[in-house]
């Protein structure tokens, strides 16, 4: 266990490093940079700006600065476009918002999923299973963005029981949760029957049932847990879907988090704000695969972590 957390924080390493030099690289090679906007500034002031952030420097000498300031120091620097805040002031704000949303759309995605599947499992054939299977597909075949208009469109202006947009109440949190988890909640749904329905027809399921067992507790104590290991690997992807979705769920629900923040750095070339985001990702998307990892021998004892 302790050879495997050590090699797995080795390749973060490396990984954060392959992120940072690529970002860095396609960043630069698209044309303009964060003070070519619309609005002129005299030369003198452009050339003050670029010194500020270092761009009056060669590219290689720009990403030495950046890279060590980034990986010795923690710090991300201070945004090109947002004056006087910091790419760490930045995250502090957005990060708590969006891990908010995030946590409770992925919450959701879970237990509604499996709840669906283990029920369309349960009553494989019938009615419910067929009408359950039709709305997975449904939700897996719309986007966030798709389901985030038609909520809005029901929800908001037919029958007003949530508000628009914005942040800070319980009901402001309803509907971007759903809209972001409802995609994700389909896939657990079919992932989970699936699996439970292949758990179900093993030997040991036939020996439980025949020492007179309910059939609930051979499905929930007996099939469940042998067929979480599909949907737990869903979590790593799921948390992958969750944070880019949400880029485009804040915007719609205009929610003050990260996504926000983000797409600003896109439209205005803030190469430090973009690169904060980006690496901040790559961390919790390899986190979340870690801990993923770490789950499978739990659940399975005999899957070995190598």
């Known amino acids: 266990m302790i050879a495997f957390i050590i090699r797995r ?3 973060l390493v490396i990984t954060m490093w392959a992120v940072f030099t690529v970002s860095f690289i396609l960043m630069r090679s698209v044309p303009g940079g964060p003070f070519d906007g619309d609005r002129q500034v005299a030369p003198e002031i452009k ?12 590219l290689h000498e720009q990403y030495f600065i950046e890279l060590e300031r980034t990986f010795r120091y923690g710090d991300l620097g201070l945004c090109m476009r947002l004056t006087d805040r910091s790419v760490n002031y930045v995250i502090a704000q957005g990060l708590p918002i969006s891990a908010a949303l995030g946590v409770l759309a992925l919450a959701f995605a879970m237990t509604f999923g499996l709840l669906t599947g283990v029920v369309s499992a349960a009553r494989r054939g019938s009615a419910l299973d067929v009408g359950l299977r039709l709305v997975a597909t449904i939700g897996i075949a719309l986007p966030s963005f798709v389901v985030a208009t038609i ?34 909640a389909a896939e657990v749904a079919r992932i989970s029957r699936t699996s439970l329905l292949d758990a179900l027809s093993q030997d040991y399921i036939r020996t439980a049932r025949a020492k007179g067992l309910s059939s609930s507790r051979v499905i929930l104590v007996h099939g469940l847990r042998n067929s979480l290991l599909p949907v737990v690997s ?11 979705g949400s880029l485009v769920v804040e915007t719609v629900f205009a929610i003050p988090g990260l996504g926000i923040y983000f797409v600003k750095a896109a439209e205005l070339r803030d190469f430090t704000l973009a690169m904060g985001v980006v690496l901040l990702y790559t961390l919790v998307l390899y986190t979340m695969n870690f801990l993923v990892d770490l789950s499978y021998a ?9």
């Open 47 to 58: 050339r003050n700006m670029e010194r500020r952030y270092n761009l009056d420097k060669e």
């Open 298 to 306: 739990y659940l399975d004892p005999r899957v070995e972590l190598e």
């Open 9 to 11: 924080l080795f390749w």
């Open 234 to 244: 869903f979590l790593g992807p799921a948390v992958a879907g969750i944070l880019t």
């Open 151 to 184: 909520c809005i469109m029901l929800f908001v202006f037919m029958i007003p029981l949530f508000p628009a947009a914005g942040w800070g109440s319980a009901s402001q949190l309803v509907l971007p949760a759903f809209c972001l988890g409802a995609p994700y």
